[in-house]
């Protein structure tokens, strides 16, 4: 059975905004053990590359003309502040949504507060993230993509 998206699922999702606040508020408390130490330096760092990132992307006249003749959609993208891969990620997709905000609207969920929807987008049978579900403005899934098969169509 297909994952079924609501309005209230992408209301509830995340802005980049947000979630690079929840970053922050996560770097602002107290770690104790070791574990938590290190993935407190994992965060700085993390959130470090974001900023950066996110200062040095480009959008380029050809992927904004395609962009622009494309149709609106949320791009629903399945994350953790933990993720390398979408301390890399995110920041593009962020860059491209305030260069066209008629076009693309940004919203992330976690993982770990989604399991059913993260279970609908398994990738080679794995959890991998990020994982962007470009949906249309009637929430239809227009498709996918993630880091190991990159564009997938459905």
Not at 14 to 30: D, K, R, V, W
Not at 122 to 135: E, W
Request: charge should be negative; glycine fraction near 2%; charged fraction near 25%.
């Amino acid at each position: 059975m297909a994952f079924v998206h609501t309005q209230e699922l992408i209301n509830n999702a995340l802005s980049y905004e947000e979630y690079c606040a929840g970053i922050q508020e996560q770097l602002e408390q107290t770690a104790y053990e070791e574990s938590a130490q290190r993935m407190q330096q994992q965060l700085e760092h993390f959130a470090s590359l974001m900023e950066k990132y996110e200062r040095s992307y480009q959008l380029t006249a050809t992927l904004k003309e395609a962009l622009q003749a494309a149709p609106p959609a949320t791009w629903l993208v399945i994350s953790e502040a933990s993720c390398g891969d979408a301390a890399f990620n995110l920041p593009m997709l962020s860059v491209i949504e305030k260069a066209l905000p008629e076009q693309v609207r940004l919203r992330i969920v976690l993982r770990s507060s989604q399991p059913e929807l993260m279970e609908a987008y398994m990738t080679n049978g794995s959890r991998a993230i990020p994982k962007m579900i470009a949906l249309s403005e009637d929430l239809r899934e227009l498709g996918t993509w993630d880091q190991d098969r990159q564009v997938c169509r459905h």
